[in-house]
């Protein structure tokens, strides 16, 4: 565990305004982010026009992500050309940090800083140098380390109630298709006692709920504890009432696994388990090293062990040499499946990937179809599943007020299903039952019983 580096606080206070893009993990860092310039006498502001800094927090996992946040700095330095931001700083932090460093800081991305996933303790001093030393040339850092580990302070999320804590970082799969492993390096793990620390922190600010984040959490390991050890460990912690997880690799996810989730009251019984794929040939050539078959076992094991337990993923179309009968077969494994939810791509090549080599022959039209349909057939299962909903009774954990209508408040169930309540007075962290009485997209509409 690493404190940041504590520099001369900054009698000026310099606000910093960040802007997240991509996954939790990002989500996680901008709070860690936030936590390190603050203990640096920087000041956080979630104003744009008021920000003197402004950090980029970016994801390169398609193409169109890294596209979206060229043309995000070309529009921010627009916007400080015509005075209509103060910003003198314009950085990216993130993955494409990362991956693109010299495109960004030369370029065509003309950001005035960089810094990559394992550097943000760095960037107090940078940012110093920057505001006294206004070099010419952007200050780039990047690179991975063993050691660096973030804690988000509970301060700094912007949340109190539920957190994300991120349990390790990088990822040790090679799928053909993804960029992580190189944007977030080798798996590196937060010791045992770093992340109960962590969550009692939480606890004792206030959380009653976290979420274990990982590219792979299920792939955890401690010389002392496996995932399924760490979750037994974490679900004795005093306070804690809900304790959710992201994301599971279908490969990790064994007997004990399941029976730590089946048994510990905390742990909720939704696992977001990407499939990608529900071809065999396909998987072959993604590197997942699971089958539909064994894939479709897995989620049989766990709807025998864990009662009420919900399912959610993601699914890739388009992969390079994916036919139309390996697309069927993505469809039959959704339809069998039964998810509440689905997180749907169009294969996106990334370059130095080894799917990269391959002839990306499916075409745009092609893919855009495939993804239509797929989209179509999970509103199709969800509004089976959510049918199947009308009139029962559940628990759910109050989130805070809806923006809309006025008067209502938002809910989970623990299975993690979203749940609106009009005209309550709950209030966030309160624990209730409700009856469900209606679903709109893919909420439902409770009432207090
Ligand atoms: N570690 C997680 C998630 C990784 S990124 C896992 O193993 O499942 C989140 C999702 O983005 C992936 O699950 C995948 O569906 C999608 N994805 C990753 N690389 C992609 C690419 N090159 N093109 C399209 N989608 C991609
Ligand atoms: Fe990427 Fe695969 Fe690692 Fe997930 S498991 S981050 S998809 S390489
Ligand atoms: Fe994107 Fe990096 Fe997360 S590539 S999905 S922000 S790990």
């Known amino acids: 565990m690493t404190s940041p580096v504590l520099h001369d606080a900054r009698p000026d206070s310099p606000r910093v305004f960040i802007e997240t893009y991509g996954c939790q993990m990002n989500t996680y860092d ?16 979630d104003v744009l026009a008021d920000a003197d800094i402004v950090l980029l927090n970016t994801c390169s996992v398609r193409e169109l992500a890294e596209h979206k946040i060229f043309s995000r700095i070309g529009e921010l330095r627009s916007l400080r050309r015509h005075d209509q931001i103060r910003a003198e700083i314009i950085g990216v932090c993130g993955c494409m940090a990362e991956r693109l460093a010299g495109a960004l800081a030369k370029g065509t991305g003309r950001a005035d800083l960089v810094a990559g996933v394992d550097q943000y303790d760095r960037l107090p001093v940078m940012l110093d140098e920057l505001i006294e030393k206004k070099p010419r040339r952007a200050p780039v850092a990047t690179g991975h380390l063993d050691h660096m580990h973030y804690v988000a302070p509970p301060e700094a999320y912007p949340t109190n109630n539920s957190h994300l804590v991120t349990i390790h970082k990088g990822c040790d799969y090679r799928c053909t298709y993804c960029i992580v492993p ?32 990982g590219q792979n959490v299920t792939a955890y390991k401690s010389p002392e504890l496996d995932f399924a050890g760490l979750l037994r460990r974490v679900a004795e912690i005093d306070g804690l009432d809900r304790i959710r997880f992201l994301t599971g690799h279908p490969c990790d996810m064994d007997e004990p696994l399941i029976q730590a989730i089946a048994d510990l009251e905390t742990v909720c019984p939704w696992l977001h388990i990407p499939a990608q794929s529900g071809s065999n040939r396909v998987l072959k050539r993604m590197k997942r090293f699971y089958t539909s078959e064994t894939y479709l076992d897995l989620v049989a094991t766990a709807r025998r062990m864990i009662p009420d337990v919900t399912f959610s993923g993601d ?12 697309f069927l ?15 749907n791509f169009k294969y996106s090549a990334r370059p130095g990937t080894p799917a990269a080599r391959l002839e990306d022959d499916v075409s745009l039209e092609e893919k855009k179809a495939r993804l239509a349909e797929l989209i179509a057939l999970q509103d199709d299962v969800w509004t089976e599943l959510a049918a199947d909903e009308i009139g029962r009774t559940r628990w759910v954990a109050v989130e805070g007020k809806a923006r809309r209508p006025e008067g209502a408040v938002k809910a989970r169930t623990l299975n993690n299903r ?8 709950a209030v966030t962290g309160d ?4 009856r469900i009485t209606g679903c709109e997209s893919t909420t439902f509409i409770g009432i207090l019983v």
């Open 30 to 45: 901008s709070s860690a982010i936030g936590g390190i310039l603050i203990r640096n006498g920087y000041t956080r502001t």
């Open 182 to 213: 190189e944007t977030r390096g080798p798996q590196r793990e937060k010791t045992p006692e770093a992340i109960i620390a962590e969550i009692e922190g939480i606890v004792g600010a206030g959380g009653a709920e976290v979420t274990l984040l």
């Open 315 to 326: 699914f890739i179309v388009g992969f390079p040499g994916e036919t139309r009968d390996d």
């Open 329 to 343: 077969r993505t469809l039959e494994l959704v339809r069998e499946v039964r998810y509440d939810q689905t997180f």
């Open 418 to 425: 979203k749940v609106l309540l009009k005209d309550c007075d």
């Open 431 to 434: 624990v209730i039952e409700v």
